[in-house]
């Protein structure tokens, strides 16, 4: 049996749910998961353990630097090599551009493996790195034997940078869907819900600036904590919304889930992001969608007046217009939120390994 060996930065529950399934259904390869770290400091989320099978943790030095909307970590690992020789892998899965993946991929070219690189990135969420950031990916897309977008905005860079379009997979970023999967039939509590991290980033502002030119009728749940939560509820106060908005902080499992099917619509307002998984497992409740077209996700996930809204965040009228629009129709809100429920299928685990495999049986040669 073939081992193919998937590295990536830690264990968040997503990808966890994802390598989970792998491990136990596709059976024609052994996959062993390397974490660069236990744990992001800056998540509050948290795994299933029981999940995480096959798996070793790398023991890393870990630094924060700022991006322009929020922080990032960066690991400095030990011990990359001596754990793939130990490991033995026919095939490397490696995740984005970072000194781990970069020490993957010497000791591919040293031992003669295949290496794939996997990426979330696209040219949008990438269009202001920097020089060192770009030598790292021209030192991977130069060797790299195949490629995975985790969506169609992932693939268009990858070919940007250079990938052979026949050599470039894609295997759509998601979520274990059984879990936020739940009926719906009542939309007309007239309240959105909002779930990420309170950051500049996710564009929880622009969404209280919109809100503030709605009907007065509409509320707003926002979930999440971040260091922009209380410049923001100052903000709802001086827009004269502190009744219309509530801050449920961070939620997760069965009060998360409970917090999407109480709502009668999901708003997604950021700034910048490489996907935006909030909007599908939204969709698992049958929520219609308003979504900043700043989410490179939107592309795969939502079509335009048939499950949501796509919308330019920071053009308050236009959000505003979009926000009344869909909220205050509850025919709407019904008809776009069963149309976004049926297209959740081609996120499923089962649908998304495919183009996983297929890049794996690529390089193998099957």
């Known amino acids: 049996m073939k081992r193919v060996v998937i590295i990536t930065n830690i264990p968040s529950p997503y990808r966890v749910d994802f390598f989970y399934y792998l491990q136990e259904h596709v059976k024609q390869y052994e996959f062993h998961i390397v974490y660069s770290s236990a744990q992001n400091t800056s998540r509050q989320w948290h795994a299933d353990k029981e999940r995480i099978q096959n798996s070793t943790f790398l023991k890393s030095y870990n630094i924060k630097f700022k991006k322009r909307y929020d922080e990032h970590d960066i690991y400095i690992p030990h011990g990359v090599g001596k754990v793939l020789s130990e490991l033995k892998p026919d095939v490397v899965v490696a995740m984005e551009y970072n000194p781990t993946i970069l020490m993957a991929m010497r000791w591919c070219r040293r031992h003669k493996v295949k290496y794939i690189s996997w990426t979330d990135g696209t040219v949008f969420s990438e269009r202001n790195i920097g020089k060192v950031q770009k030598l790292s990916r021209k030192y991977i897309f130069k060797r790299a034997d195949a490629f995975i977008a985790s969506s169609t905005a992932a693939r268009e860079n990858q070919i940007a940078h250079g990938a052979d379009p026949d050599k470039c997979f894609r295997s759509f970023l998601t979520v274990d869907l059984d879990k936020y999967i739940r009926e719906k039939e009542f939309y007309g509590n007239r309240k959105l819900v909002c779930v990420g991290g309170l950051i ?24 999440g904590e971040g ?20 801050f449920k902080g961070f ?9 999407y099917a109480e709502n009668a619509a999901f708003v997604l307002p950021t700034r910048e992001d490489c996907f935006g998984l909030v909007t599908l497992e939204a969709m698992c409740a049958r929520l219609p969608v308003i979504s900043s077209k700043y989410a490179d996700g939107a592309r795969d996930l939502v079509e335009h007046n048939v499950t949501g809204l796509i919308v330019d965040p920071y053009n308050e009228k236009e959000f505003a217009g979009a926000i009344n629009t869909l909220v205050l129709d509850e025919n709407k809100l019904k008809e ?7 297209r959740i299928h081609k996120f499923a685990f089962e649908e998304v390994s495919k183009g996983y495999v297929a890049a794996i049986r690529s390089v193998i040669g099957e």
């Open 227 to 246: 260091g922009e939560k209380e410049r923001l509820m100052k903000q709802a106060a001086e827009l004269k919304l502190s009744g219309r908005v509530e």
């Open 200 to 223: 500049v980033r996710k564009g929880v502002d622009l969404l209280l600036n919109a809100l503030a030119l709605a009907d007065s009728s509409i509320g707003l749940v926002i979930v």
């Open 251 to 259: 939620l997760e499992g069965e009060d998360l889930y409970r917090c």
């Open 336 to 342: 776009f939120g069963a149309a976004g429920f049926q």
